[in-house]
Each structure stands twice: as structure tokens, then as C-alpha cells.
């Protein structure tokens, strides 16, 4: 890591949030051809940075002001608000620079985000990822634009470092849209797992060949195929709270729908609180590969 008064002056990206999702995004950015800024309200937190080149900021203003886009990969809409407004990072960017959201959030944030930015003349892209830990690694994340175009063209290449499909989804709040959606139908498939996995169990059918021929057929899908590679025993139920907290998300998102929403979201439900259970069924008829 160096000091950010010895980076030269060249297009150069910003990033706040180096959390499960956020570090392994800004670990890939430090090691493209793109100067790398990093702040953090922990300094721990730069420890998963170490080897890898990049400058650190002191302040969110110092960089805002050294960074032609900066990226926030945080929490919760809150956290995005504190950061750009009483953090100093709207005032202190350039006019012209681009302000993206990793995180999810809520389409209506979003929108409100662009407006706050838009008296700076800073453009802000909702542009929230799927693909977890080890597929931001493998640089083959699904990223989720929201935004006008021409913001998005000016990032598509900063996207590709880590993202093997960059998706513009339409106007700001749409890549909201597309996370929540996504997450929903990913959580709804891990609910008609436990009931596939339930009758079987039921039959008394062997399943561990029945677990392959799911995974092998027609049948499968990113759901079932995250058993084992990315959901494991170990952090399942840390991941049914992450999925519980989008359901939040989606269920704000969606509210004035009805019925419809409401039993998306209750099937949803279901599969995220199931996750621990089902992934210790799966586990206990899952042969590890050699």
C-alpha cells in the first residue's frame, strides 16, 4: 500500500465497504490496471487488502477528491446515505465522476440516492451483485446496472474485471429491481428443494444418486448447485440471516401488490429459514469430491 500523495493523476477508483462481498471485488480491482483508493472506518478491515496494490485514503473526502468513480459496497441504505452526505464523499467528488452502489438496497434509495447526487453533477448506478465470495474471485460475478446509459458504457470495462455478465436493467432503481428479483427465485428454488428432498426422504428413496440426477438433469439450478461449493453447514445459517434481511428488502420493495407479492415472499421466506436444515441434508448424502 502506498501513499495517495505519490499516485499520479490518471482515472482512478474509489472504494468504501471490504466486507464479504466488497473485499474479493476490491482484491480483483487492486490487481487490474486501474489505481485503487480504499477507505475504511476499521483499520482492520484493510488487512484484506494486504499484498495488493493500493493507496489508502485517510479520509472519505481525500477519496472522493483522488477518485473518478468510487464504488460503495455496504450493508444498508443508511450506511450509503451517511458516507455520501455527512461523510463528505458527494461534496468532495468531482463533477462528472460516477458514484456506484454494490450493495442491495431498495430501488426507492437508490432513486434518492441519484437525486442527492445529481446537484454535483455526479451520476449514481445501482449496481448491486449475485454470485457471492468465489464467484467475485473467479472474476465471474453477474453484475446489475441501474442508471442512464451512457454512465453505465463509462463502467462497463470496470465492471468486466470482476463480473462475467454486466446486465443494464433500465433507469436508477433497477438494479435493485433485478437483485431483489433474483434473490427471491433463488430463495423460492431452495424451498422446492426441502420439499423434493422431504417426499423423497418420505419414499425412503437413496439420495445421494437422486441428488445427482437433480443436479445433472433438467431440473437443476443455481440453488441446488451452490450445495456444498458456497452453502455448507458451516455458514448456512449465516446465510439464511443475509437472505432473511433481502426478503425485508424485497417485501418493502413490493408492497402494495397484494396477494401476488405476498405469496412470492412467503414461499421465499420459507426457503431462506429452511436453509441450515436442508444443507445438512444434502451434506449427510453428498459424497466430497476426491
Not at 477508483?13 to 477507505?39: C, E, H, K, N, R
Not at 477519496?63 to 458527494?90: F, K, T, W, Y
Not at 442491495?104 to 440516492?113: D, M, V
Request: proline share 6%.
Amino acid at each position: 500500500m502506498t501513499d495517495l500523495a505519490e499516485t499520479p493523476t490518471r482515472r482512478t477508483v474509489g472504494f468504501i465497504g471490504l466486507g464479504d462481498q466488497g473485499a474479493p471485488i476490491a482484491q480483483v480491482l487492486a490487481d487490474s490496471p486501474y489505481p485503487l483508493v480504499v477507505w475504511a472506518r476499521r483499520p482492520a478491515s484493510l488487512d484484506a487488502l494486504s499484498g495488493h496494490s493500493c493507496t489508502v485514503a485517510a479520509t472519505v473526502a481525500e477519496l472522493a477528491a483522488a477518485s473518478d468513480v468510487v464504488a460503495l459496497c455496504l450493508s444498508r441504505d443508511s450506511d450509503n446515505l451517511h458516507i455520501a452526505v455527512e461523510g463528505g464523499l458527494l461534496e468532495n467528488m468531482r463533477p462528472g465522476s460516477i458514484l456506484v452502489n454494490h450493495g442491495t438496497g431498495l430501488p426507492s434509495r437508490a432513486r434518492h440516492l441519484a437525486d442527492l447526487a445529481a446537484p454535483y453533477g455526479i451520476t449514481v448506478l445501482d449496481a448491486p451483485v449475485s454470485g457471492g465470495r468465489t464467484v467475485a474471485l473467479a472474476r465471474e460475478l453477474t453484475t446489475i446496472v441501474g442508471g442512464p446509459d451512457d454512465a453505465v458504457g463509462r463502467v462497463t470495462d470496470l465492471f468486466a474485471t470482476f463480473s462475467k455478465r454486466i446486465i443494464h436493467a433500465g433507469p436508477a432503481g433497477s438494479g435493485q429491481f433485478g437483485k431483489l428479483f433474483n434473490n427471491a427465485l433463488m430463495m423460492m428454488n431452495q424451498q422446492n428443494i426441502a420439499e423434493i428432498v422431504e417426499t423423497a426422504t418420505q419414499l425412503e428413496l437413496p439420495l445421494q444418486p437422486l441428488l445427482e440426477v437433480l443436479r445433472s438433469g433438467s431440473a437443476t439450478s443455481f440453488a441446488l448447485q451452490a450445495f456444498g461449493p458456497s452453502v455448507t453447514t458451516a455458514n448456512a445459517a449465516h446465510l439464511r440471516e443475509l437472505e432473511l434481511i433481502d426478503m425485508d428488502l424485497f417485501r418493502e420493495a413490493v408492497d402494495g401488490l397484494g396477494d401476488q407479492a405476498k405469496r412470492v415472499t412467503d414461499r421465499a421466506v420459507s426457503g431462506a429459514e429452511q436453509l441450515p436444515e436442508l444443507t445438512a441434508a444434502i451434506a449427510a448424502h453428498t459424497t466430497p469430491a476426491a
